[in-house]
C-alpha cells in the first residue's frame, strides 16, 4: 500500500515552466527538461478498471518509449509500468505482468480508448541525501489546464505527506480533478456510466398490453444503446447484448402473439428474423475469437503459431460479416422496422391506456399474461424434453435449446408481474439447462466454422501445416467437450421431462 | 511468483550485484520485482540508494510485530521494490531460531505478496546458517555464483553435498506436509576472466554439470562501479558488456524457472 496520487490546479494561464521553477525552490526539488507526452487511457466499455479503482493508461513519450502504466487510484496496489509493443486492446494480449494484475474478470472484454490527452510534462522529484527520489512531483500542461501531480513513492509516505502539506500552502493550487476524468469527460462520457435501459417494472395489476408495450420498448431501448458500439465493433459483449434484444423481442412476440393486435405480429416476424440472422454469424465468429484467445493461452509455442493463424483467419471473416452487419444496421430495411416496431409499441401503450375493450389482449391483466405466457413456453419446452434420447440428432437438442431459451425469457420479462417466487425457480432451472445446450451448440457451431474457415482460400490464402494441426486439434478438444455436455444435457432434459 | 535466491557460502562472488541487475532486469520487462536484502552487510540497500534502517529490527518482522509489506520501499527503478537491511539482521539467525518452524518463516512470511510480484530475489549473506536454511525452504531456484577457482568449486560440492542432506531429511519428514520447497540449483560463472588458464581450466570442467549455466558474469569494471553509480549496470552502462551478460543470464535463469 502506498499513499494515493493527488492533483493541484493552478490557474489554466500561469506559465507552466514558472510554475515549476517556483516549486523547485520552495519545495527543494530537482528537475529535468520538460517532455510531451501522449496518454491514452483504456477501459472496457463497462468500466471494469475504473469501477475496482485501477487505471491503465498507455504513455508515449516524445522520442521515448511507449509504456503501459496501471495505477490504483487508492494506492492500494503500486504503480506498475511494462513496455507496451504495440496498440493491445485484447486483454489476454497484455504483457504477462499486467494480465496478472488485472486478473482473469477482464479476460472477455475490449479495452477501449476512453480518452486522450497530450500534455506537456516538467518532471520533478524530491530527492533524500542519498539522491533516492522519495516523492514524484510533475507539472503538466494540458490543453485546457495546468496542473501539479504528486506521485508518492512507496515506503516513503512521510516525505510525500511533506509535499502534500508544501502545496496545500501554495495559494495559486487548489486540489483538483484526476486528469482521467477530465480526459474521458472531455470525450463526451462519465467514467462509470454505463447506458442503460430504464428498469423494466411490471406491476400485477397492469393491463397485459401495457406491460407488452414496456417489455418491448425496453428490449428495443437495448438495441438502440448498443447500436453504435456493435457498428464501431468496440467489444463482443455489445453485439451479444444487441443480439439477446432481438432474440427477446422474437420470443416474446411468439410465445405472446395471441395477445397483441393481429398486424403487429405479422407485419414483423419476417424482419426481426431477418436481423437474427445478421447479427448471428458475427456473434458466432466473436465467441470462436475468444475461446481462441483462451485456447492461446493454454498450448504450446508450436500449436500457439497455429492458432494464432487460425484466429486470424476468423479475424479476416469477421471483419466480412462486420461490413454486412454495418450494412444491415444503415439499410432502410433495420430504419423501418425500429420505426414500425416503435409505432407498433406506441399503438398498444396507447390502446391499453385508452382502456380498448376490443382486439387481441383486451382485459387481460399483466399476471394472467405472464402465468399463461410461462405456462405455453414451459409446457412446449417439456414436450421437447421429452423427445430428447440417447441418440437424438443434433436438430432435436438445438430446438429443446430454443425452447428453454423462450421460457427463460418469458420468465425473466414478463415474470416481472408476479411474484418472485413462482419465477424464481423456472429462470434458475433454464439457466442451467441453456448453459448445458449452450456448451454443447457453441461446439457444434465452432465445429463447422472452423472447417469452413480452413477451407476457406479467400482468407489468406491455403492454411499452413501448423493451422491444419492446431484446428485438428481444437477439433478433438470440441468433440470431446461436446460429447460431454451431450451427456450431460440429456440427463437434465430427462430430469425435468420427469418433472 | 517466483522467489529466487542468489546464495553462496562464499562472499565477495557476486551474489548482491547478480540479485540486484536481474531484479531490475525483470521489472524493466515490466514483471514487479521485489528484492529482499537478507544480509546484514546491506549491500543492495546501498546500491538501491535506500537508507539501511529497518524498523524495529529483522526481529519484528519475524515475530511478524511489523508486516513485511511495510518495510517494503520502492527504487528509483520501475516496478523495483526492495526489503532494505541494516544492521540488525545479523541477529536474523537468532531470532528464526525462537519460532516453531524456522526453515519455513522466510515462506511463510513471503506468501501474502504473491499476488503482487512476479519474482521476488533474496540476496542471502554469505554463509551456512538458520537463515540460509530458510531460504532453502523459500526459493524456487538457488541461483549461485560461482568464480570459476579450485576454491569456489570446493565451496560448491560443500553446497551439494549440504542440500543432498537436506533433500534427504525432507523426503524422511514428509515435506509436502511442510512449506519447505527444494530449491532448484542453477549455478553461473562469476568474475569469470577467460584469460586466466585456471578460470578456463575450471570452466571447462565444471561445464558438464547439468546446473551449471552457460550464461556467465565477466569480471567487468561496470560492475564494481555498480557502487559508485549506485544502480543497475543496466541503467548507466546498459550496452556494456557485463549488462548483456546479465541480461543473458536472466534470459536462462527465467527459461530454466519456466
Known amino acids: 500500500m502506498t499513499a494515493s496520487r493527488q492533483w493541484w490546479h493552478a490557474p489554466a494561464k500561469a506559465s507552466a515552466r514558472r510554475l515549476a521553477a517556483r516549486l523547485v525552490a520552495s519545495l527543494g526539488l530537482t528537475s529535468s527538461p520538460s517532455v510531451t507526452v501522449e496518454r491514452t487511457y483504456l477501459d472496457t466499455f463497462d468500466w471494469r478498471l475504473f469501477r475496482r479503482g485501477d487505471e491503465l493508461v498507455e504513455e508515449q513519450p516524445a522520442g521515448g518509449e511507449r509504456v503501459l502504466v496501471l495505477q490504483s487510484r487508492d494506492g492500494e496496489h503500486a504503480e506498475l509500468r511494462v513496455p507496451s509493443t504495440g496498440r493491445l486492446r485484447q486483454p489476454t494480449e497484455l504483457p504477462v505482468g499486467l494480465q496478472r494484475r488485472l486478473g482473469p474478470k477482464l479476460a472477455p472484454r475490449t479495452l477501449l480508448d476512453v480518452g486522450h490527452e497530450k500534455v506537456e510534462v516538467w518532471p520533478l522529484k524530491l530527492l533524500d541525501s542519498d539522491d533516492k527520489t522519495v516523492a514524484y512531483v510533475d507539472v503538466e500542461r494540458a490543453p485546457t489546464a495546468l496542473r501539479v501531480a504528486l506521485r508518492p513513492v512507496r515506503g516513503y509516505e512521510k516525505d510525500a505527506d511533506r509535499v502534500v502539506e508544501l502545496l496545500d500552502s501554495q495559494a495559486d493550487l487548489v486540489n483538483g480533478l484526476d486528469p482521467m476524468v477530465a480526459a474521458v469527460r472531455a470525450n463526451g462520457r462519465e467514467p462509470g456510466e454505463i447506458p442503460e435501459p430504464p428498469k423494466l417494472e411490471l406491476r400485477a395489476r397492469d393491463d397485459g398490453r401495457a406491460a407488452m408495450a414496456r417489455v418491448f420498448d425496453h428490449l428495443l431501448v437495448t438495441m438502440e444503446l448498443n447500436e453504435e458500439g456493435v457498428r464501431q465493433q468496440l467489444d463482443p459483449e455489445l453485439l451479444h447484448d444487441f443480439r439477446v434484444a432481438v432474440r427477446r423481442t422474437r420470443s416474446i412476440e411468439r410465445l405472446a402473439r395471441r395477445y397483441l393486435p393481429d398486424d403487429m405480429a405479422r407485419l414483423w416476424e419476417g424482419e426481426w428474423k431477418w436481423l437474427a440472422g445478421v447479427t448471428g454469424p458475427p456473434r458466432d465468429l466473436d465467441v470462436l475469437l475468444l475461446d481462441l484467445q483462451l485456447d492461446r493461452q493454454s498450448v504450446t509455442p508450436a500449436a500457439d503459431a497455429g492458432v494464432h493463424e487460425l484466429a486470424a483467419r476468423v479475424r479476416a471473416r469477421r471483419e466480412v460479416e462486420q461490413a454486412r452487419l454495418c450494412d444491415a444496421l444503415d439499410s432502410d430495411r433495420y430504419g423501418s422496422l425500429k420505426r414500425g416496431w416503435r409505432s407498433s409499441i406506441n399503438d398498444l401503450a396507447s390502446a391499453a391506456k385508452r382502456g380498448d375493450t376490443d382486439g387481441s389482449g383486451s382485459g387481460v391483466r399483466a399476471d394472467k399474461l405472464a402465468r399463461k405466457t410461462i405456462a405455453s413456453a414451459s409446457k412446449h419446452l417439456m414436450k421437447a424434453a421429452r423427445a430428447i434420447h440417447d441418440d437424438a440428432p443434433a436438430e432435436a437438442i438445438h430446438t429443446a435449446r430454443k425452447r428453454a431459451k423462450r421460457l427463460r425469457y418469458a420468465a425473466e420479462l414478463l415474470g416481472g408481474a408476479l411474484p418472485a417466487e413462482e419465477v424464481k425457480a423456472v429462470v434458475a432451472t433454464t439457466k442451467r439447462l441453456q448453459d448445458d445446450l449452450g456448451q454443447f451448440q457453441d461446439a457444434e457451431v465452432q465445429l463447422n466454422l472452423i472447417h469452413g474457415l480452413l477451407a476457406d482460400t479467400s482468407l489468406g490464402g491455403e492454411p499452413s501445416p501448423h493451422a491444419m494441426a492446431a484446428g485438428e486439434l481444437i477439433t478433438e478438444d470440441l468433440v470431446t467437450r461436446q460429447q460431454s455436455a451431450r451427456r450431460d444435457l440429456i440427463k437434465a432434459l430427462r430430469r425435468l421431462a420427469e418433472q | ?258
Open chain 2, 1 to 258: 511468483m517466483k522467489i529466487v535466491a542468489t546464495y553462496s557460502i562464499k562472499g565477495g562472488v557476486g551474489k548482491t550485484a547478480a540479485a540486484v541487475n536481474l531484479a531490475y532486469l525483470a521489472a524493466r520487462d515490466g514483471e514487479p520485482a521485489l528484492l529482499w536484502d537478507l544480509d546484514p552487510q546491506g549491500s543492495a540497500t546501498f546500491l538501491l540508494r535506500v537508507r539501511p534502517k529497518v524498523k524495529g529490527g529483522a526481529k519484528a518482522i519475524v515475530r511478524r510485530r511489523r508486516s513485511l509489506d511495510s518495510s517494503i520501499k520502492a527504487t528509483d527503478f520501475p516496478n523495483f521494490d526492495l526489503v532494505p537491511a541494516d544492521l540488525s539482521y545479523r541477529h536474523l539467525d537468532l531470532a528464526l531460531d525462537r519460532t516453531k518452524r524456522p526453515t519455513e518463516q522466510l515462506a511463510a512470511l513471503l506468501e501474502p505478496l504473491e499476488d503482487e510480484y512476479s519474482y521476488v530475489f533474496l540476496d542471502c549473506a554469505p554463509s551456512m546458517s538458520l537463515v540460509s536454511e530458510s531460504v532453502f525452504g523459500a526459493a524456487d531456484v538457488l541461483l549461485v555464483p560461482t568464480i570459476p577457482t579450485t576454491l569456489s568449486v570446493r565451496t560448491l560440492e560443500q553446497l551439494d553435498d549440504f542440500l543432498d542432506g537436506k533433500t534427504k531429511t525432507n523426503a524422511k519428514t514428509n515435506a509436502k506436509a511442510t512449506r519447505a520447497k527444494n530449491p532448484t540449483v542453477l549455478t553461473f560463472f562469476s568474475l569469470a576472466d577467460r584469460r586466466k588458464r585456471l578460470h578456463r581450466d575450471v570452466m571447462a570442467a565444471l561445464s558438464a554439470r547439468p546446473d551449471v549455466l552457460e550464461a556467465s558474469v565477466p569480471s567487468a569494471t561496470e560492475v564494481e562501479q555498480m557502487g559508485q553509480h549506485r544502480a543497475p549496470v543496466g541503467v548507466f552502462a546498459p550496452s556494456s558488456r557485463a549488462a548483456r551478460c546479465y541480461e543473458d543470464l536472466w534470459r536462462a535463469v527465467r527459461k530454466a524457472i519456466e
